[in-house]
Each structure stands twice: as structure tokens, then as C-alpha cells.
């Protein structure tokens, strides 16, 4: 199957810095691309929906100016976590849309990003 | 709206015994995709089953099956003769056909088989 990657896998970073976490479609062009967080224990809760050339679409409740996403080419999708603090550490996980399928999703390995 | 219940939180069986997971969900689409997926402890999600909507037929692979009935809107998933390697947390999820495919996913139940 196709292969989604993300990086970092891990990171961590002091309050008040910004972290960029860059996934890729490895095999295909996606023209979709979604991202997830995950608090411990907790279920996957889509943050947003990523078009390549257009802006995000974000869900209700994320902020857009504290997490920026990049969607700038058909196999790169970045998110930036801005002015990262401590509630803002959990697992990111992106997946990619395959548009020659109808249902294909492809998942990241995900980023565990710890705020210090 | 779409929503995806797993009630069971966390369930604990002894090595062999045979555990099913729960999976309702609500949609109002009449064409959409169930999922399963397995989460182990390093995070990385490990894809089980897809499941379209009008194909309702159980699925067996190996020790998993698969029960899909769309009159009680339920996806349940069955693991005959565990084993401890059968430890994560399992998700199950629904796809919209039409919105980019966005996935819903359910709370998750961690199971635990014990040796």
C-alpha cells in the first residue's frame, strides 16, 4: 500500500517556541490531506482538511492562527504549531487522501510533540 | 451527523479466549465506508477491514472477523483465540464518500489480552 510519512517522529520544545511537523506522500500525489491529534488515551480528533493550493479547512473548536498548515505541494503537507505551550502537547497524525480511489486513506506514523 | 460509539473503554481477556469489540455508528449518508484500525503503543495505525456500506457480508481473516449489520447500524469486530500480541487499542471509524473521505472515528477500546 502507499506510504505516508511524517517528522519528525518525536519532538520536543520549550514554551512559547513554534514547531513545523512536515508529511509526505511517498508514492502518490495527494491532493487531500488531513490532520489529527491524539491526546493520550484518547480518541483521534480531526484538527483539519488540507487542499493543495487553497487554504484549510479547519474544524470547529481548532485554532487557524495557532496552527498553521501548508498544503504547498501535492506530496507535502507541514503544520505548524505557533507559540507552542503545554496543553499543546499530543500525538499529530496526518493521513493523505489517494484521489485515484475513492476510500483510499493512507496514515502517518504520527509526531509526539511534548511542550516543556 | 456523523458519530462512531465504541462503548466498551477498555476490556481485559485471558490468552485464547476469544473478545468482540463494539462498533455503532450514526450517519445520515446512505453510502459511506467503516473502518477498523489497530493502534499499539508506538502509534502508529495499522489498518484492519474497510467495510462499504452496501456490502454487508461477515469478513474472516484468519483470527478477525467482521460483522456488519446496517439495520442496527453496527460493525462489530471479533478476535477468535487471542494472543497478548493482540494488545492495543482499536479504533473503529466511518468515511464520508463524499467530503474528501473525512474520517470519524470512535473512542477506541483497549484491550488487553493476558498470558
Known amino acids: 500500500g502507499a506510504v505516508v510519512s511524517q517528522h519528525p517522529s518525536w519532538v520536543i520544545c520549550k514554551s512559547g517556541t513554534s514547531v513545523k511537523i512536515e508529511c509526505r506522500s511517498l508514492?502518490?500525489?495527494?491532493?487531500?490531506m488531513f490532520w489529527y491529534r491524539q491526546f493520550p488515551k484518547q480518541s483521534l480528533m480531526l484538527m483539519a482538511t488540507s487542499n493543495e493550493g487553497s487554504k484549510a479547512t479547519y474544524e470547529q473548536g481548532v485554532e487557524k492562527d495557532k496552527f498553521l498548515i501548508n498544503h504547498a505541494s501535492l506530496t507535502l503537507s507541514t503544520l505548524t504549531v505557533t507559540s507552542a505551550h503545554p496543553e499543546d502537547s499530543s500525538f499529530y497524525i496526518c493521513?493523505?487522501?489517494?484521489?485515484?480511489?475513492?476510500?483510499?486513506?493512507?496514515f502517518g506514523p504520527g509526531t509526539r510533540l511534548t511542550v516543556t | 451527523a456523523q458519530k462512531v460509539t465504541q462503548a466498551q473503554t477498555e476490556i481485559s481477556v485471558v490468552e485464547k479466549e476469544d473478545v468482540t469489540l463494539d462498533c455503532v455508528y450514526e450517519t445520515r449518508d446512505t453510502t459511506y465506508y467503516l473502518f477498523w484500525y489497530k493502534q499499539p503503543p508506538s502509534g502508529e495505525l495499522v489498518f484492519l477491514i474497510r467495510?462499504?456500506?452496501?456490502?454487508?457480508q461477515n469478513e474472516i481473516s484468519g483470527r478477525y472477523s467482521w460483522n456488519f449489520q446496517k439495520s442496527t447500524s453496527s460493525f462489530n469486530f471479533t478476535i477468535t483465540a487471542s494472543q497478548v500480541v493482540d494488545s492495543a487499542v482499536y479504533f473503529c471509524a466511518l468515511s464520508e464518500i463524499y467530503n474528501f473521505n473525512k474520517f470519524y472515528f470512535g473512542s477506541g477500546t483497549k484491550l488487553n489480552v493476558k498470558p
Open positions: 508514492d502518490f500525489q495527494a491532493t487531500t
Open positions: 467495510r462499504n456500506s452496501f456490502d454487508e
Open positions: 493521513s493523505a487522501r489517494d484521489p485515484e480511489s475513492t476510500y483510499e486513506q493512507y
